[in-house]
């Protein structure tokens, strides 16, 4: 099997691996949209990447879906609505072994790219490590995290996986990796959606936390239903943790919104409300944040599925 590592999707996480990955000596390659993309990437020269206060530049390779050549292992780093679009159209050119490591927000979108891939191994990711793009090709490392890879059909580590420590991507195998998915699922829900709705930072949920913890509660309730027990433990505690910490940020959904780019409400509250009706589980609060925010959304001319 090929050593290199393919990365499907040029925003702020998938460049953000790619320089790293680059830095370390390993052999990584982007996929781009299209060659007009490729084009655009060609005229930048490469990825840039801004940590603490200095700038690297990396001349990674980069093609499209339509190049030639076998895939081995794919980074698939694009928003949760792009992900199995990408996957079905660079499915050609993936090995019949192949391994896909899933770096999406939320839940659903890890199934819809299972389908269109039967025979690969779907390594599902989930991360907190903090970047954003300040420029096309061109990101900057907002925040230290961590990444939990995990696979839950075959709990088995893959033995490249010491790879990402050597590259500086903090990484750890997690059996639990659907515990970990559903904690942060939840994690959104009660906040993302809430600083759209009110138009604030993370930190302006300090003065609605009677409408958070009700949320909290539903969800907790949710997870138990998925049993995903552990994922409800201390719900309210965490999320008000988490709002604390991250008091002076904008939620990805928030800066979505504001910059009139499609959100993955689909794959975050809509997942939620979606579990919940095929679990029979009656949740009134959840169900009006989402028709809320649908509103919102669809008042804003933007996408609401």
């Known amino acids: 099997m090929s050593s290199t590592w393919h990365i499907l999707g040029a925003g702020s996480l998938g ?26 990437y060609q005229a930048a ?12 530049h990396y001349a990674v390779p980069a093609d499209t879906a339509q190049t030639a050549g076998p895939v081995h292992r794919l980074l698939v780093a694009c928003k949760a609505y792009d992900a199995a ?17 899933l770096l999406q927000n939320g839940l659903g979108s890890q199934d819809e790219v299972a389908e269109q891939v039967p025979t690969a ?42 790879e990402l420590s050597d590259a500086g991507i903090p990484a750890q195998w997690s059996v639990d990796i659907l515990t970990r998915l559903w904690r942060k699922l939840a994690l959104n829900c009660a906040i993302n959606p809430l600083t759209v709705l009110h138009d604030c930072a993370n930190g302006g949920l300090l003065a609605r936390l009677a409408e958070v913890d009700a949320l909290c509660k539903e969800l907790a309730l949710l997870l138990q239903r998925c049993g995903q027990p552990a994922a409800a433990d201390d719900l309210v505690g965490e999320v008000q943790r988490v709002i604390l910490a991250t008091a002076a940020n904008y939620s990805s959904m928030y800066q ?3 910059a009139a780019r499609r959100t993955e409400v689909h794959y975050l509250l809509g997942h939620a409300c979606r579990a919940a009706t095929r679990h029979g589980l009656a949740l009134p609060g959840l169900e009006q944040l ?13 996408p609401s599925v």
């Open 15 to 40: 460049t953000l691996w790619a320089c790293r990955l680059a830095r370390a000596g390993k052999a990584v390659r982007l996929i781009l949209r299209d060659e007009q993309a490729l084009a655009r």
């Open 45 to 56: 020269g490469g990825l840039t990447l801004e940590e603490h206060g200095k700038r690297h």
């Open 85 to 101: 679009p990408a996957v079905a159209a660079l499915a050609p050119r993936l090995a019949a072994d192949a391994e896909l490591l």
């Open 121 to 162: 191994r779907c390594i599902f990711v989930s991360s907190t490590e903090g970047a954003f793009r300040q420029a096309p090709f061109d990101v900057r490392f907002a925040g230290h995290g961590h990444n939990w890879l995990g696979d839950p059909r075959h709990p088995e580590p893959p033995p490249w996986l010491d």
């Open 256 to 258: 979505d919104v504001h």
């Open 290 to 302: 989402h028709q809320r925010l649908v509103d919102t959304l669809q008042a804003r001319g933007l």
